[in-house]
């Protein structure tokens, strides 16, 4: 079932969301090379405690961290610990406040100094996937509206979607109805309406379509070892169009 929100509620989702985009920020301003991902951990949840917000993610089916970091080939739900960045990596935050109940969803890839042309040309085409399925959150529109937009953009720079790992609702609760694949045929599935906040969020690889799961349960890696890019936005549907409920901070964006 999915749960559309009133506009107080989108209101309050976009509070956590600011949250959650700026804790994004703040993380990013403490990467250099040598940091460990659990010290970047631990700036993020000092940072979303200090905005009266609580880590989404830390006891979410017994995950044990605030937020989530990935580097390289892991895709996804990297558990922060003694990971050491160094030049050249992709690493990808992502992040889940609470605030005053309600839930935003954001994720975001960084570039750890210089990195390579195919890293950056990655980045740009994830990021270009985003913006193209945003743009399709329109009332009238469909959930494979925005799944094929991501799609079309990914493949024709030669990149792939990850299958298996979706965007979801998300405002009342971490994950909800409905599932967004990062792929699908235009015209399908829900039908969008005033109210439904979503987290859209291409995952996407240099490689291939099939991914790995760590001995530790949680860690998502591609299968071949191939690149991996990740960003994530809290949209709302609303009348005059999508609005991003987790803009990113100034100067972020590549
Ligand atoms: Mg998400």
């Not at 195919?118 to 740009?124: N, V």
């Amino acid at each position: 079932m999915i749960v559309r929100k009133s506009e107080r509620e989108i209101e309050l989702i976009a509070a956590a969301g600011r949250v959650a985009a700026d804790t994004i920020a703040h993380v990013g301003r403490h990467l250099e090379p040598g940091i460990t991902s659990g010290e970047l951990d631990r700036v993020a949840e000092e940072y979303i405690l200090a905005q009266g917000g609580t880590p989404t993610s830390k006891g979410y089916r017994g995950f044990p961290k605030a937020i989530c970091i990935s580097p390289n080939d892991m895709i996804v739900h990297g558990i922060p610990g003694e990971y050491a960045v160094a030049e050249g990596d992709l690493l990808t935050i992502d992040v889940g406040v609470t605030l005053d109940g309600y839930v935003a969803d954001t994720a975001y890839t960084f570039g750890v100094g210089e990195i390579s042309s195919e890293a950056e040309r990655l980045l740009e085409v994830a990021q270009a996937a985003l913006a193209a399925g945003i743009d399709q959150a329109q009332v009238e529109n469909r959930i494979g509206d925005i799944s094929a937009a991501i799609q079309r953009v990914v493949e024709e720079a030669g990149f792939a979607v990850v299958r298996a790992l979706v965007g979801h609702g998300v405002g009342r609760a971490y994950h909800e109805d409905p599932q967004i694949p990062n792929y699908g045929s235009p015209g399908r599935g829900a039908r969008l309406s005033p109210g439904m906040t979503l987290a859209i969020e291409p995952m996407i690889t240099a490689g291939g379509v099939d991914i790995v799961v760590d001995d530790d349960q949680w860690s998502v890696y591609t299968a071949d070892g191939s690149l991996s890019a990740h960003f994530e936005h809290t949209v709302a549907v609303t009348e005059s169009g999508p609005r991003i409920l987790t803009p990113v901070g100034a100067g972020l964006l590549r």
